[in-house]
């Protein structure tokens, strides 16, 4: 096993060191009301300290909003907390979002998450969902407008500015839109963070997020209008003929103790899918495996082409090494990539099979 600390490159992974201190500050009770977190208050503490303009902002920007945004998340995260309200009061403010389904587990874990022990399920659960509702949000104020496949573009669009508000939209766009900010989503999916990594306030803010926005849609007029949510039932003949008994002979913290291939970081995440896994908890058991198997296939993608830089989370001007990169033939320097041979066309193609979806 892999012993390195972090995959993060230095500047993500200060601001996420910095996430784990609370540091206190002047922030008052009321930027969160209930579960609906007071986007202008926060909006006003960045104008405060930064200038505020409707250019696209500089690396600097991110960096120094990002600063001064931690302190509210851990405010809010605290309020959450002490809150002693049910998930019942919350479903008319979910309802919005794309899997309302959903929200029940998260709450669930999110309430035993005082150590953060379920803060990458929450985030892994979370945060697509937040992408697909927010494009939904984007069709329903113009069903002729094609969705951007970029969270960050998505989150630049002006059509959602205006419906949602400035102060709203420049909070998520610190949290999820930059890769000179936190860019949690991206870190969380492409498997950058370590268990413990990442603080639990991100987990508590991103489920605030939802009902911040229900709240705010309560006093529109909009006409929602949903994407249907693709179905994987066409698998199920698959899965009736290939249980997954195999797995019991198998012990794959022993496989993970002696690769090189894995990181000694994140057993705690492997021994969850496990878990997940044997109590039939697949959904859980899934979007937990994909990031762990993506950072296994960069290990080996960096391994075979010699590349150790492209372990860590990519800046802006750099190329971010991920599924696309990992499988291409051809590096961006136009050498052949040798993962292809070391895997063989078998793998590769059961890879393209579970990665990749037909339109």
Not at 243 to 265: D, H, M, P, T, W
């Amino acid at each position: 096993m892999d012993i390195v600390e972090t995959c993060m490159s230095t500047n993500i992974k200060n601001h996420y060191d910095l996430a784990k201190e609370d540091l206190g500050g002047e922030i008052g009770e009321d930027i969160l009301n209930d579960y609906v977190i007071d986007f202008i208050k926060v909006y006003e503490k960045l104008q405060d300290e930064l200038e505020m303009t409707d250019d696209d902002k500089s690396s600097e920007w991110f960096k120094d909003a990002t600063k001064i945004l931690i302190p509210c998340l851990h405010r809010i995260h605290k309020l959450f907390g002490e809150f002693k309200g049910d998930f019942g009061q919350l479903c008319d403010f979910l309802d919005w979002t794309s899997q309302p389904s959903h929200f029940a587990k998260c709450w669930e874990m999110l309430k035993q998450n005082d150590e953060g022990e379920h803060t990458t399920e929450c985030l892994l659960l979370l945060t697509p969902i937040l992408e697909r509702s927010l494009g939904d949000l984007l069709i329903s104020v113009d069903k002729n407008v094609k969705v951007p496949a970029l969270l960050r573009d998505l989150l630049k669009r002006k059509e959602l500015f205006e419906l949602l508000g400035t102060p709203c939209m420049t909070f998520l766009r610190i949290i999820f839109g930059s890769p000179h900010s936190l860019n949690l989503r991206n870190i969380v999916w492409h498997g950058f963070g370590f268990p413990g990594e990442i603080s639990n306030i991100f987990a508590s803010v991103t489920f605030l997020i939802f009902t911040s926005i229900g709240n705010i849609l309560k006093q529109k007029t909009l006409k929602l209008s949903k994407r249907n949510v693709l179905s994987i039932s066409r698998i199920k003949k698959i899965d009736d003929q290939n249980v997954g008994k195999y797995l019991k002979n198998i012990n794959l913290e022993e496989l993970a103790r002696n690769s090189k291939l894995f990181y000694s970081r994140n057993l705690t995440n492997l021994n969850k899918i496990l878990s997940y896994f044997k109590s039939e908890e697949f959904a859980l058991c899934s979007v937990m495996l994909l990031p762990l198997l993506e950072v296994t296939f960069r290990k080996l993608f960096v391994i075979d082409n010699d590349c150790p830089e492209r372990m860590l989370t990519a800046e802006a001007e750099s190329l971010y090494t991920t599924y696309n990169e990992i499988f291409e033939e051809f590096l961006e320097n136009s050498e052949k990539n040798k993962i292809q041979d070391v895997l063989g066309e078998d793998l590769m193609l059961l890879m393209y099979d579970l990665l990749t979806l037909p339109d």
